[in-house]
């Protein structure tokens, strides 16, 4: 059997950064482990363009502007969404994670959940490198994967 897999080394081209400014505390967290990740796997500070959101939900359409501009080779989305007590967590969280997934199916472009769906603070913190590590930097990593996943197959994404 020939297995596939991806790795995380360095990519040619651009990578965007597309960050909620909701949760500003947790965001800013998450964007600073996604690139101290992109760089220490030898993406160049210079490739990485950050791109603020009004919110989570508002990733989506962000995501399809910068996919359709050809100008980047992937998208990491960071974001925090903290669950309430009314069903607008659920709107918010699924909208978001069902845009991106649109937009990164439509476009064949990876593009990195990196947006916490929590029901606290405390939970949210701890994901954005607390003790439950940097969900950022995570997204990021796994954009690098497949970008050297698709390569690995030949379709160069």
Do not use: W
């Not at 607008?88 to 476009?107: C, I, K, T």
């Amino acid at each position: 059997m020939h297995i596939l897999e991806g790795h995380l080394g360095p990519v040619e081209g651009r990578i965007a950064l597309i960050a909620s400014r909701f949760n500003e505390l947790v965001v800013e967290r998450l964007i600073a482990g996604a690139r101290d990740a992109l760089v220490r796997h030898g993406i160049a500070d210079a490739s990485l363009t950050l791109v603020r959101a009004p919110g989570a939900f508002e990733l989506p359409l962000v995501a399809k502007q910068l996919a359709a501009s050809g100008h980047y080779r992937g998208i990491v989305a960071l974001g925090c969404v903290v669950r309430g007590d009314t069903a607008h967590f659920d709107y918010v969280a699924g909208g978001a994670a069902n845009g991106l997934m649109q937009v990164s199916l439509a476009h064949a472009l990876p593009i990195g959940f990196g947006v916490l769906t929590v029901d606290t603070m405390e939970q949210a913190l701890d994901r954005a490198g607390g003790k439950a590590g940097n969900k950022g930097a995570e997204a990021a990593l796994a954009v690098l994967e497949q970008l050297n996943l698709a390569t690995a197959m030949g379709a160069g994404a």
